[in-house]
C-alpha cells in the first residue's frame, strides 16, 4: 500500500515538473490554417487557399519591423510571396496604382507600386539606427518566420513583412506589416 | 529500495517546490497607453509599484486609435486605456467602458537643437519664414499614424488663416509627392491627403511613422525642426519655439478658432473610425474598460495617475482639472 501511494506521489512530481521544466511545444501550426484563404482583387479576381499561396513562387530574406513607439519584433527569418507576384496573379500593378491590404479585423493599409518594388522604406539597422544606404527590400506575404507556419498570434496565417534577400538583417517601420491579412486590392 | 524510491521522492518534491507553490503573486494591470504617455509612464510605474508591491503595471505603448481597437477590435484583456485624444474614447469606445476621466493637455511646438539651422534666430515672429527656407529640414510624424503628424498640419493651417499668407505649402505641402495645397471651406481651410504621403526628393521633408524616431532623427541631425508636443520636447530635453496659442492646438480658449482647419486623411485606416480630423485642443484622457480583468486594481491606478498628472510633472501632459464624463453603457 505505502509503496503505491509511493509510486503515485512519485508520479504526480514528476508531471509537475514536466509541466514546470519542459518547454512548451512551439505554436507550429496555426489553427486557422486548414480554413484560410487570400481574396486577390484586380482586373481578375482570385481567391487562393493556404496551400495555393504556398505553391506561389516564394522569396526568403531576414527582416523585421519595429512599432511607432519604438518596440521592436525581430528581424527573422522570413519566406513569404512577394506582393508584385501577387499582383500579377490579378493583372498586375501600374506605376500610378497602389495595393489596399485588408484584415478581418477592420484594418487598411496601402502601398505603393514603389514600395512593391522596394522602394520608399525607411531601413534600419537591428539597433534602430536609420541606414544611410538602403538595402534593396522585397514586401512580401509572408507564411513562414523563422522555419515554422506564422502562428496566429504572429499575425498569421498570412502578413505583410518586408526583408532583405541578401540575408543581412534590416529593420523596417511596423505600420505596414499588416496582420491576418485575407484580401489585396489593386486600386 | 523503499529507501532509494523515497529519496527520488524528495529529489522530486524539492525540484517542483517552486515551480507549483508560486511565489506571492503580483496583479498585472494591463495599461495601453499613447505613445507620448509611454516615458512619463515608465518612471510612474515604478514609483507606483514600490507602494503598491501588490500590483505589476504592465505599460504598452500604441498610437492612441490603436490603443482603443486593443480593447474594441482585438478583444484583448486591457485594464486601462490612456489616449491623447479624449474625443476618440467617446467615438470609439461607447460600448466598452462607462466613463472616461481627461486628465491633460498640450500644444504643438517647434522642436529643435543647438545644431539646426537658425537656431539663434527663430522666434515667434519669424519662424515660418525659417522653416520655409530651401536650407532647413523640417521633420513631421506620418498624419495617418501619428497625430502629432496630422496636428502639425492643423498647425500650419490655422498659421495661414492667421496670418492671411501661405504658410502650409512653403514649409510643407511644396515638398511633398504630390505637392499639396489647402483650400477655403468658407471661414477656414482644410487639406486633403493622397493615400500616401510622401516626401519629394530633395530632403527638405522628413516623414516618420512615430515621433520616436523623429526625434531621433532631429537630435542626429537629418533634421533641423520637428513638429512635436511640448511635453515630449521637454521629457527630451529639446529646445522649442512655444506657437501661438491661437494657433498651437493647446488652449481650450481657442478651440472655436482651431475648429476652422480641418485635414482628412487619405484613406480610412480603420473601418471604425473616418479619415476628418478637424482642430480642436489637445486632451488626454483615460478610462476603465468594462471588461478590465482588474477593475479595482486599474481604478486605483488610474486615480493616481489623474493626481500625479495634476503636479504638472515634467515632461508630462500639463495639469488641467480633471473631468469624469459617463458615457452610459455601465
Known amino acids: 500500500m505505502r509503496r503505491a501511494l509511493l509510486a503515485v506521489l512519485i508520479a504526480v512530481a514528476a508531471v509537475l515538473a514536466a509541466g514546470c521544466t519542459g518547454t512548451a511545444p512551439a505554436n507550429a501550426t496555426p489553427s486557422s490554417t486548414p480554413n484560410a484563404t487570400l481574396v486577390l482583387n484586380g482586373t481578375t479576381n482570385v481567391t487562393l487557399d493556404y496551400a495555393g499561396v504556398l505553391a506561389l513562387p516564394s522569396v526568403s530574406g531576414v527582416g523585421g519591423a519595429v512599432s511607432t513607439t519604438g518596440i521592436k519584433y525581430g528581424p527573422f527569418q522570413i519566406k513569404g510571396v512577394s506582393l508584385r507576384t501577387l499582383a500579377d496573379r490579378v493583372g498586375g500593378l501600374g506605376s500610378n496604382q497602389t495595393l489596399r491590404v485588408h484584415a478581418p479585423d477592420g484594418y487598411m493599409w496601402v502601398i505603393d507600386a514603389d514600395q512593391v518594388d522596394g522602394k520608399g522604406f525607411v531601413p534600419f539597422s537591428p539597433e534602430l539606427k536609420e541606414l544611410a544606404s538602403p538595402p534593396k527590400l522585397v514586401p512580401v506575404l509572408m507564411y513562414e518566420q523563422n522555419g515554422t507556419p506564422l502562428a496566429e498570434e504572429q499575425g498569421g496565417p498570412f502578413r505583410i513583412a518586408v526583408l532583405n534577400p541578401d540575408g543581412t538583417p534590416v529593420i523596417t517601420e511596423g505600420s505596414g506589416w499588416v496582420k491576418w491579412v485575407d484580401r489585396i486590392e489593386v486600386r | ?330
Open chain 2, 1 to 330: 529500495m523503499r529507501a532509494a524510491a523515497a529519496a527520488a521522492l524528495v529529489l522530486l518534491l524539492l525540484f517542483t517546490a517552486g515551480c507549483v507553490s508560486a511565489p506571492a503573486a503580483r496583479t498585472p494591470v494591463s495599461c495601453m497607453v499613447a505613445g507620448s504617455l509611454v516615458d512619463p509612464l515608465a518612471g510612474f510605474e515604478a514609483e507606483y509599484e514600490a507602494t503598491h508591491p501588490a500590483v505589476d503595471i504592465l505599460v504598452e505603448g500604441h498610437g492612441s486609435i490603436q490603443a482603443i481597437r486593443q480593447v474594441t477590435d482585438l478583444n484583448r484583456s486591457v485594464d486601462l486605456v490612456a489616449v491623447a485624444d479624449a474625443s476618440l474614447i467617446p467615438d470609439l469606445m461607447a460600448g466598452s467602458t462607462g466613463a472616461y476621466t481627461t486628465f491633460g493637455t498640450t500644444e504643438m511646438v517647434v522642436a529643435y537643437t543647438n545644431a539646426s539651422r537658425y537656431a539663434d534666430e527663430i522666434d515667434e515672429a519669424n519662424w515660418a519664414d525659417v522653416l520655409a527656407r530651401p536650407d532647413v529640414r523640417v521633420g513631421i510624424a506620418n498624419p495617418v499614424l501619428d497625430a502629432a503628424g496630422y496636428r502639425a498640419m492643423l498647425v500650419l493651417l490655422l498659421a495661414e488663416r492667421e496670418e492671411g499668407r501661405q504658410v502650409f505649402g512653403p514649409v510643407l505641402g511644396d515638398h511633398l509627392s504630390p505637392p499639396l495645397s489647402p483650400v477655403g471651406n468658407g471661414t477656414g481651410l482644410e487639406l486633403r491627403l493622397p493615400e500616401l504621403v510622401r516626401p519629394a526628393t530633395g530632403g527638405k521633408v522628413a516623414i516618420r511613422d512615430g515621433s520616436i524616431f523623429l526625434l531621433s532623427l532631429l537630435e542626429a541631425g537629418g533634421v533641423d525642426y520637428a513638429f512635436e508636443y511640448r511635453s515630449v520636447a521637454e521629457g527630451h530635453g529639446l529646445r522649442y519655439l512655444p506657437l501661438p496659442p491661437s494657433i498651437n492646438l493647446g488652449s481650450a480658449a481657442y478651440a472655436d478658432r482651431y475648429r476652422n482647419a480641418t485635414v482628412y486623411l487619405g484613406f480610412q485606416r480603420f473601418t471604425a473610425i473616418g479619415t476628418e480630423r478637424m482642430g480642436q485642443p489637445i486632451e488626454y484622457a483615460l478610462t476603465v474598460p468594462d471588461r478590465a480583468s482588474h477593475h479595482a486594481e486599474a481604478r486605483a491606478f488610474a486615480d493616481a495617475l489623474v493626481r500625479a498628472a495634476g503636479e504638472g510633472r515634467a515632461g508630462w501632459p500639463a495639469p488641467v482639472a480633471p473631468v469624469t464624463v459617463g458615457l452610459g453603457s455601465q
